[in-house]
């Protein structure tokens, strides 16, 4: 599935949704922070089963479990953390209380942009005392 600027993949099933086998997703142009569904599951059972590998990029990921998420869980690919669940909501993005496939994506802000944020804060706070 690709995910990105250009384009992105959504499949919509009106029906009972069974997971088996390998994700592959892929970057088409930039990634924006938020949320992507890849399924979207019209009817109102929730997915059964999950996929056993998760290849990003062509890299294979492994999930830190997050709880909730129906299998679902965390993995990080350079300034990135992404979130997969099988229990998530189309309409909010929310990983919880749905029935669709879900990939939320958060940058990692670099340490030199966390410094200058720090370094700006103490200059209002400095500045404020005056």
């Given at each position: 599935m690709d995910i990105g600027s250009n384009t992105s993949s959504l499949l919509t099933v009106d029906?009972?949704?069974a997971l088996d086998g390998n994700l592959f997703i892929t970057t088409n142009g930039s990634l924006n922070a938020g949320w992507y569904t890849l399924i979207?599951?019209?009817g109102s059972d929730p997915i059964n089963g999950f996929f056993s590998d998760i290849f990003f990029n062509g890299d294979l990921v492994t999930l830190a479990?997050?709880?909730g998420t129906n299998g679902g869980g965390a993995?990080?690919?350079g300034s990135w953390i992404f979130a997969i669940?099988?229990?998530g909501q189309?309409?909010?993005g929310s990983l919880f209380g749905g029935n669709d496939l879900i990939?939320?994506?958060h940058l990692i802000p670099e340490p030199a942009s966390l410094?200058?944020?720090?370094l700006g804060a103490l200059a209002m706070m400095v500045r404020r005392r005056k």
């Open positions: 029906g009972t949704v979207e599951n019209l479990p997050i709880d993995f990080a690919v669940s099988y229990a189309s309409d909010t990939l939320r994506a410094a200058i944020l720090g």
